[in-house]
């Protein structure tokens, strides 16, 4: 089944502790972004990636990281989590020539940073 | 800066009701817009429009894109509680940028 994964579904963590959201996808798409979403505020997207090792920022990229050493996979990494980031957070993958068409999303990561 | 409102931001009504979405944008580079239906995960596609006046429908749901005056709408006829959900318009410029999204509230 073509399919966006991300893990972990659910995360608690505390101020200041590393933490990696995985994103996975098999559907050889060379586009992958990540998008936060917050009440009244939409989804906003913090990176993006056209392909293998390019990548790029979003709306709002302070305090996130991101690497795409495979096409198939683009983590997300808070080096040093604050409570402001807490959210959910989605990971959206789309081909390069059918980016009108809109993405597909993964099911979703719940973020709450104490 | 490209911006995409939409309006409502909530809405409530009964079943059987008729609702009318709002998105209106302004952006550089307009491709498409879409509309998706999020309800407790991912946001899941509904329309996506191109031309101007073509009304593109699915069962009880339509969606129109006036572009000259640079908007959209979603309507609803004889809503259900199943239509329950935020309703996020997206339009396409280079990537998709995004609504806050209309959170409609169906009561039975």
């Known amino acids: 089944e073509a399919q966006v994964t991300q893990n972990p579904r659910y995360l608690i963590t505390v101020t200041g502790k590393k933490l990696t959201v995985t994103c996975s996808q098999n559907m050889n798409h060379e586009y992958m972004s990540w998008y936060r979403q917050d009440p009244g505020l939409g989804l906003r997207q913090i990176y993006y990636?056209?392909?293998?090792?390019?990548?790029d920022k979003g709306d709002v990229p302070e305090g996130y990281k991101v690497s795409r050493k495979e096409k198939r996979n683009f983590p997300l990494i808070l080096e040093s989590p604050s409570p402001n980031q807490t959210s959910l957070y989605f990971c959206?993958?789309?081909?390069?020539?059918?980016?009108?068409?809109?993405?597909?999303f993964g099911s979703g990561t719940r973020l709450t940073v104490v | 800066e490209d911006k995409v409102v939409q309006s409502p931001l909530s809405l409530v009504v009964h079943e059987g009701d008729t609702v009318t979405l709002n998105c209106s944008y302004e952006?550089?580079?307009?491709?498409?817009l879409l509309w998706y239906k999020q309800e407790k995960k991912a946001p899941t596609f509904l329309f996506m429009l191109?031309?101007?006046?073509i009304e593109k429908k699915s069962g009880r749901l339509s969606s129109i894109l006036d572009k000259k005056e640079l908007f959209s709408i979603l309507n609803i006829t004889a809503t259900q509680t199943g239509d329950s959900a935020i309703y996020l318009c997206a339009v396409s410029v280079y990537d998709m940028r995004f609504g806050a999204g209309t959170r409609l509230t169906v009561k039975p």
């Open positions: 990636s056209m392909n293998v090792e390019v990548t």
């Open positions: 959206a993958s789309s081909n390069l020539t059918r980016l009108n068409y809109g993405y597909t």
């Open positions: 952006v550089t580079n307009f491709r498409s």
């Open positions: 191109t031309s101007s006046g």
